[in-house]
């Protein structure tokens, strides 16, 4: 396949070296740059991103926040406060919740806000207060239903980071809340609108036919971390422990003596359970499936067109997989190091054929992260990839001479495009979601979309703990005849920190 030229250029490139960081531009800028497209009912019923930044006061929706790590730092306290004032924000953690809190007051006195942000170690009381009207969730994982159900049932609209769900069961709760409350619940998708619509352009090229009839999606996003043993300590004294845990069982806290990432994205804080490594353990994520599998399975579903209806019962094989300790009946036996899958090949076979490969390296182009599309086209005219920095192949080559119809892009929003001023849409996810608060629509990532993405990334989880090949029907978010796999699709909660809604799955 070396024969593509623009292909061989991404191992010239080092694509294997990760995405392209998008600039985080805080510049308070009017937001309304609507593209104009012609009407054509679409993939989402989305709206244009309109900012609210520039209503009076009364007219902006008062925030609260609930978690305020790297994500609150990077995305919800600049972009949501685009839009109004915080009004409370939440965290168990008091040294973190001190930090998110200045950058709020800081934000107010620019805006010349009142200086009156309430702030909690419990989240429910973010929930009580009757001022706030929408909700930015940026807890950790298993933190993220209960939360945000209970938001919903509070009156509040919700802005969720992703993995909205810890199991295949939870989102079949936040569905049918969402529904029984009709509250709008965006998803923290970001590529589904921003990072220049590269990605959007990736599915209307494939729905368009550029690489002739698809057969074959693989995406490639790394492996989890390997910790090595991490030592019994004190959780620091600044951190409610108990309370961090929620849901999960008991357990110890653990942390490495030294600090290994002191630069870059989640630098700071050393291996351990909590803060910006939690995603490396099965009780409280699901490793890089439910991380950038999030990410990447959402867009290439999005292109094969399976994000809603009946698409029949997938086969998921695990035909590589490796964790860094022993898994017993799919459980790790060890307690003391991270436990998810540092390395993995799954083939997911849907019912009409199609295939979807999940991989942590991409070892025929030489990527770690990225999407592939496979067509029937022949050679390089049947390929092409995409990932947070660049959209590369001949079918995209041809675009020159032949573009795609001035409407494409939208139709995949329902005829208008969420958009945004700042570098390389940053922004757009947000602004659709308050866009969506004020006409009731639904937003780009709507939870039922969502729920049918992150079930067969939890589903394929399931398939590389047992170390086996699975079937599974996002019909009834069960496993074909298979007992042990269906144990897998809800878990045992903490007493006193359940989620007590009637589930409707049918397992």
């Known amino acids: ?107 107010h006195r620019e805006q010349d806000r009142p200086l009156v942000i309430a702030s909690h170690e419990d989240y429910r009381h973010v929930l009580d207060n009757k001022e706030v009207d929408v909700v930015c969730i940026g807890t950790v994982d298993h933190w993220h239903t209960k939360i945000a159900i209970e938001a919903m049932q509070a009156g509040k609209d919700v802005y969720c980071e992703k993995p909205l769900t810890l199991t295949i069961d939870e989102g079949r709760q936040v569905i049918d809340i969402q529904k029984a409350t ?57 951190l409610n422990w108990e309370l961090w845990l929620g849901q999960c069982p008991l357990a110890e806290y653990r942390a490495a003596d030294t600090i290994v990432d002191q630069t870059g994205w989640g630098a700071g804080f050393p291996f351990g359970r909590a803060h910006r490594y939690y995603r490396w353990f099965y009780e409280y994520s699901g490793g890089k499936l439910t991380d950038w599998g999030a990410h990447h399975v959402d867009i290439a579903m999005w292109a094969m067109d399976k994000l809603t209806g009946d698409i029949g019962v997938v086969t998921i094989d695990p035909q590589m997989v ?91 929003y329902g005829g208008q495009i969420p958009t945004s001023d700042q570098d390389d849409e940053l922004g757009a996810q947000m602004n659709n979601f308050m866009d969506c608060v004020r006409t009731r629509r639904t937003p780009v990532s709507d939870v039922v979309t969502h729920h049918r993405m992150l079930s067969i990334c939890h589903a394929i989880n399931v398939a590389l703990r047992l170390g086996r090949a699975l079937k599974f029907d996002p019909q009834t978010d069960s496993f074909v005849d298979d007992g042990q796999a269906n144990s897998f699709v809800r878990r045992e909660q903490r007493k006193g920190y359940e989620i007590t809604v009637q589930s409707t799955a049918g397992v």
Do not use: W
């Open 1 to 107: 396949m070396d024969d593509d030229p623009s292909m061989a250029a991404i191992k010239r490139e080092a694509f294997s070296s990760g995405d392209i960081p998008v600039t985080n531009n805080t510049s308070r800028r009017g937001f309304l740059r609507i593209a104009a497209a012609s009407g054509a009912v679409g993939y989402f019923s989305s709206v244009a991103a309109k900012s609210t930044y520039a209503q009076s006061p009364n007219e902006q929706p008062g925030i609260g926040f609930i978690g305020t790590g790297i994500r609150y730092h990077t995305y919800h306290g600049d972009q949501a406060l685009r839009h109004g004032p915080c009004i409370a924000i939440s965290d168990v953690d008091s040294l973190q919740l001190g930090r998110a809190y200045q950058v709020a007051i800081d934000n």
């Open 182 to 238: 009709q509250r709008v619940v965006q998803v923290g998708t970001q590529q589904r609108t921003e990072y220049g619509k590269r990605f959007a352009q990736a599915v209307a090229m494939v729905r368009a036919g550029r690489v002739g009839k698809l057969k074959q999606v693989a995406v490639a996003f790394g492996g989890s971390r390997v910790s090595g043993v991490l030592p019994k300590v004190a959780p620091p004294k600044t």
């Open 322 to 412: 490796e964790h860094p300790i022993p898994l017993k009946d799919g459980m790790p036996t060890k307690e003391d190091q991270f436990n998810c899958a540092t390395k993995f090949r799954v083939v997911c076979t849907f019912a009409d054929g199609q295939e979807l490969v999940v991989e942590d390296f991409n070892h025929q182009f030489n990527f770690e992260r990225g999407i592939l599309f496979k067509g029937s086209n022949r050679g390089p005219s049947g390929r092409f990839i995409v990932n947070r920095g660049r959209i590369v192949g001949k079918p995209v080559e041809d675009l020159q001479s032949s573009p795609l119809p001035d409407d494409a892009i939208a139709k995949l």
